[in-house]
C-alpha cells in the first residue's frame, strides 16, 4: 500500500491517481483515534490491516491534487544519514553507480560516518527548499528513505528487515558553502540541519511493495534538466546493513527516517537558486515535487 499524510490533518491511502481518505473509517472502527498521525498508523499496523481492507472501500474518495499531502512523517523521532555511500567512480548519468571518484573507505568505515539531521528539517510535497542567509551554495541530494515500522535494538543482518515498515523519498539537503569549511565533519550536521533540508514524501510505500530496494531507479529533475541518475544496487552498504547497524547505536522507534546515501560527488552537482523547481523519482514510490526560494532577510 501508499499511505499519505493528508492536509490539514489527515490519513489516505494512494491508489492509482486517487486519494482514499481512510481516518474517519479507522476511527469509526475504534482502530484509531481522531487525529491519529502516520506514526500512529505504522505503529499499530499489523492489527489495522482488516480495518484498512474496508477503509479501501468505504473510505472517501477524492482526486488526488497539488497540495493536498504533507509530509508523510511530519516529526521523526530521528533522521540517520548515510555518507559516501555509492561506488561512483563514473562521469555518465547513464552509468547508474554514481559520478565522481569513489574514496577508498571499507564499508566499515563509511557506516561510522552517519550523521543525524533534526527533524524540524522536514518538508513535504510542493513545498520550498530554503536558502538559508549566508550559505550560497545549496545542493539537493536525492536518496531512497527507508522508513522504520517497528521498535528494534542490536539487530542481526537477519533481523534488520523485519524492523523496515516502507520506503519513501528524501532529499538530504546540504550548504556546502556554509561556515569556514575548515571544521568539516564536526559542521555536517549543520550543513544538512537547516529547516527545509529534509523534502520528504509524498508517501510511504510498504515493504511488500518494494521486492528488492537494491534494484531501484533514482532520478532527480532541476527545472526540467536531469541532474542526477542512479540505481541503488549501486550502494556500498544496503538496506540490510544500514538499518543492522543503526539499531546498535541508538533504539530504532516507529518513523525514524534513513536516508541511504547520494550517488553522485559534490563537483558533478549544481546548485539550487531561488525560482528552481525539482522533481525527484524514485521507481515503485513515485515523485516528489518542490520548489525552492530564498531566506527573507531581517
Known amino acids: 500500500m501508499r499511505f499519505a499524510s493528508v492536509r490539514p490533518e489527515g490519513l489516505g491511502i494512494i491508489t492509482d491517481n486517487d486519494l482514499i481518505l481512510i481516518g474517519e473509517v479507522l476511527g469509526r472502527e475504534g482502530s484509531l483515534p481522531n487525529g491519529a498521525t502516520m506514526v500512529d498508523l505504522i505503529t499499530r499496523y499489523d492489527s489495522l490491516k482488516p480495518s484498512l481492507e474496508k477503509a479501501l472501500t468505504e473510505g472517501h474518495r477524492v482526486n488526488l491534487v497539488p497540495g493536498r499531502l504533507k509530509a508523510p512523517v511530519e516529526r521523526p523521532s530521528k533522521i540517520w544519514g548515510a555518507a559516501s555511500n555509492y561506488r561512483r567512480g563514473s562521469r555518465d548519468l547513464g552509468e547508474g553507480k554514481g559520478r565522481g571518484a569513489a574514496k577508498v573507505y571499507t564499508p566499515?568505515?563509511?557506516?561510522?560516518?552517519?550523521?543525524?539531521?533534526?527533524?524540524?528539517?522536514?518538508?513535504?510535497?510542493?513545498?520550498?527548499i530554503v536558502i538559508p542567509r549566508g550559505a550560497d551554495t545549496v545542493f539537493p541530494e536525492l536518496e531512497l528513505g527507508i522508513v522504520v515500522?517497528?521498535?528494534?535494538?542490536?539487530?542481526?543482518?537477519?533481523?534488520?528487515?523485519?524492523?523496515?515498515?516502507?520506503?519513501?523519498?528524501?532529499?538530504d539537503v546540504t550548504a556546502r558553502g556554509y561556515g569556514s569549511g575548515e571544521r568539516l565533519p564536526a559542521s555536517r550536521c549543520v550543513r544538512k540541519g537547516f529547516d527545509t533540508f529534509a523534502p520528504l514524501?509524498?508517501?510511504?510505500?510498504?515493504?511488500?511493495?518494494?521486492?528488492?530496494?537494491?534494484?531501484?531507479?533514482?532520478?532527480?529533475?532541476?527545472?526540467?534538466?536531469?541532474?542526477?541518475?542512479?540505481?541503488?544496487?549501486?550502494?556500498?552498504?544496503?538496506?540490510v546493513d544500514l538499518v543492522s547497524y543503526l539499531s546498535s547505536v541508538s533504539t530504532l522507534v516507529p518513523g525514524d527516517i534513513?536516508?541511504?546515501?547520494?550517488?553522485?560527488?559534490?563537483?558533478?552537482?549544481?546548485?539550487?537558486?531561488?525560482?528552481?523547481?525539482?522533481?525527484?523519482?524514485?521507481?515503485?514510490?513515485g515523485e516528489l515535487s518542490l520548489g525552492v526560494k530564498r531566506a527573507e532577510e531581517n
Open 201 to 239: 514524501g509524498p508517501w510511504i510505500v510498504t515493504r511488500d511493495e518494494i521486492p528488492d530496494p537494491q534494484k531501484l531507479q533514482m532520478r532527480l529533475w532541476v527545472n526540467g534538466e536531469l541532474r542526477q541518475s542512479a540505481s541503488t544496487d549501486a550502494m556500498i552498504n544496503g538496506v
Open 258 to 285: 534513513i536516508a541511504t546515501g547520494n550517488p553522485d560527488a559534490p563537483a558533478f552537482q549544481k546548485q539550487l537558486v531561488a525560482g528552481d523547481s525539482l522533481k525527484a523519482e524514485i521507481e515503485g514510490i
Open 149 to 171: 515500522g517497528r521498535e528494534g535494538k542490536d539487530l542481526s543482518r537477519d533481523q534488520a528487515m523485519e524492523v523496515v515498515f516502507g520506503y519513501t523519498i528524501i532529499l
Open 108 to 128: 566499515e568505515d563509511i557506516l561510522e560516518m552517519f550523521f543525524l539531521k533534526p527533524p524540524s528539517s522536514v518538508i513535504g510535497p510542493g513545498e520550498n
